[in-house]
DNA sequence: ATTTGTGTTGAG
DNA sequence: TCAACACAAATG
C-alpha cells in the first residue's frame, strides 16, 4: 500500500532555495510515460523502483533511508545516510556550503538569513577543513558540534564582560558535550540510560579491555552533589549504557520521558564531568515538588562557557 | 543478514 | 556534475 515512498509530492515549500531550483521535480510522471509496460509481476510496484528523491544530492537507499553526496573533481564525496530524506537534504547543504561557498544552490537553507547564526556557521564552516566537515555529516554530529561552537565563543562586541574577571570567582568552565531526551525505557524499569552511540564513541571512550566490565564515572549535579554511575557497553542491544546509579539519578530528579538530560565537562585539567537535566520543552511547566527543592533551574551552564580565547585563570 | 557506500554508466 | 542502478565491501 502506502508503503512506496512518503510521496507528499513537495510541499511547495522545499524549493526555496536561493537562485536555481525553480521547478525541482517535474509536477507529475509523464503520465502516458511510454513506458509499455507498467503491469508485468506487479506485486510490487516498490520493490523494483527505488522512490527517488526531490532534494539535491540526495539518493535513496534500497532500505528505505536515504543518502547524501556531493560531487567534486569528478568524484563522489559520500555524506552519510540518514533516516529522513530532509535530513540528508540538510547534510547537502552544509557540505555543499563548505565545498562551493557562501552561495551555493543548496536545498533549504535561504531561508530567512539569521544575519548572526549564518555569520557564525560560516566561520564554523570555515574553521574546518572539508574532510571534517564530512566526517561530522556521516557522524551525524556536525549540529552538536556547531551548537558547541557558537557556545564557546559568545565574544560578542562588549569588550569588557565585567563581573567575569573577578579573578577569584571564576569557577569551573564547562563545555556541553550532548544532551539526551529521555525515553520512557530510560525513565523506566530497567534501571539504566541508553547513550546514543556517537556521543558514547566520543565523549566516553571505552578501554578494550574495560568494555565489558564497564566503568564508574562521577558527575556532579547542579547543587554539587556527586553521581556515581556505571558505564558499559551491552553486547546485547549494542549499546552504550549508564546502570548502576541511574535509576537512583531518575528518582531524585524525578525525570518523565521526554525530558532533557545533559552532560558537561569542565574544560581544564580536571575533566570534571556534570550533568544536569531539564524539563521537557513545552510541558506547560510540569513542575514536582521534588522534595530537594531543586524546583526548577534554568539550565544555565550555557553562562560557564569559556571560548579558547578567552584566557582568564592564568594567575 | 543487513546496510553502507563504491563502481559504473548515461544523461544534462 | 549528477543521479540511477547494481552489487561488493563493511558492519552487526
Known sequence: ???????????????????????????????????????????????????????????????????????????????????????????????????????????????????????????????????????????????????????????????????????????????QLFEKTVTPSDVGKLNRLVIPKQHAEKHFPLQNGSTSKGVLLHFEDIGMKVWRFRYSYWNSSQSYVLTKGWSRFVKEKNLKAGDIVSFQRSTGPDKQLYIDWKVKNGSGGRQEKSEIGTSFHGYRVGLLFSCDELIWGYD
Not at 534500497?62 to 547534510?91: D, S
Request: aromatic share 6%.
Open 1 to 175: 500500500m502506502d508503503g512506496s515512498c512518503t510521496d507528499d509530492q513537495s510541499t511547495t515549500t522545499e524549493t526555496t532555495s536561493t537562485v536555481a531550483a525553480p521547478v525541482t521535480t517535474p509536477p507529475l510522471i509523464g503520465s502516458g510515460g511510454s513506458v509499455v509496460l507498467d503491469l508485468e509481476g506487479g506485486l510490487e510496484a516498490e520493490s523494483r523502483k527505488l522512490p527517488s528523491s526531490r532534494f539535491k544530492g540526495v539518493v535513496p537507499q534500497p532500505n528505505g533511508r536515504w543518502g547524501a553526496q556531493i560531487y567534486e573533481k569528478h568524484q563522489r564525496v559520500w555524506l552519510g545516510t540518514f533516516n529522513e530524506e530532509h535530513e540528508a537534504a540538510k547534510a547537502y547543504d552544509t557540505a555543499v556550503q563548505r565545498f562551493r561557498g557562501r552561495d551555493a544552490v543548496t536545498n533549504f537553507k535561504p531561508l530567512p538569513a539569521d544575519t548572526d547564526e549564518a555569520g557564525l556557521e560560516a566561520s564554523f564552516l570555515n574553521s574546518h577543513s572539508k574532510a571534517e566537515i564530512v566526517d561530522m555529516l556521516r557522524k551525524h554530529t556536525y549540529n552538536d558540534e556547531l551548537e558547541q561552537s557558537k557556545r564557546s565563543c559568545s565574544l560578542h562586541k562588549t569588550p569588557f564582560t565585567d563581573g567575569f574577571r573577578s579573578g577569584h570567582q571564576l569557577v569551573n568552565a564547562r563545555e
